[in-house]
Nanobody, 125 residues
Framework: QVQLAQSGGGLVQAGDSLKLSCDAS????????VAWFRQAPGKEREFVAA????????SYADSVKGGFTISRDNAKNSAYLQIHSLKPEDTAAYYC??????????????????WGQGTQVTVSS
């Protein structure tokens, strides 16, 4: 079993940058792929970015390419999502997640076994 604890959200202004953290405990984190999702009010949860267990392969939703960077540090059992130049439309609850399968990022999220508790990011214009 893996527990994912998130931090780093908050209220920011448009144009600011933010780094979200996802700290894992429990089983070996290094063997898991990690993904970030977000869910805006009244909308479905959507895929944002993913990084494979080694940190070599990454994948991004088209809507965030160039503006988001996913990374991980297996020695620290942590993964990160750096958001550059935030926009009001980035306002959402952000969730980190982990699993052993790559892909399947759409509902019902078959590639995901573990979820973080979510962290709110609110961007004011």
């Amino acid at each position: 079993q893996v527990q994912l604890a998130q931090s780093g959200g908050g209220l920011v202004q448009a144009g600011d940058s933010l780094k979200l953290s996802c700290d894992a405990s429990g089983r070996t984190f290094g063997g898991l792929n990690v993904a970030w999702f977000r869910q805006a009010p009244g909308k479905e949860r959507e895929f944002v970015a993913a990084i494979d267990w080694s940190g070599v392969i990454t994948s991004y939703a088209d809507s965030v390419k160039g503006g988001f960077t996913i990374s991980r540090d297996n020695a620290k059992n942590s993964a990160y999502l750096q958001i550059h130049s935030l926009k009001p439309e980035d306002t959402a609850a952000y969730y980190c997640a982990a699993g052993t399968s790559w892909g399947h990022w759409e509902y019902p999220f078959l590639g995901i076994k573990y979820w973080g508790q979510g962290t709110q990011v609110t961007v004011s214009s």
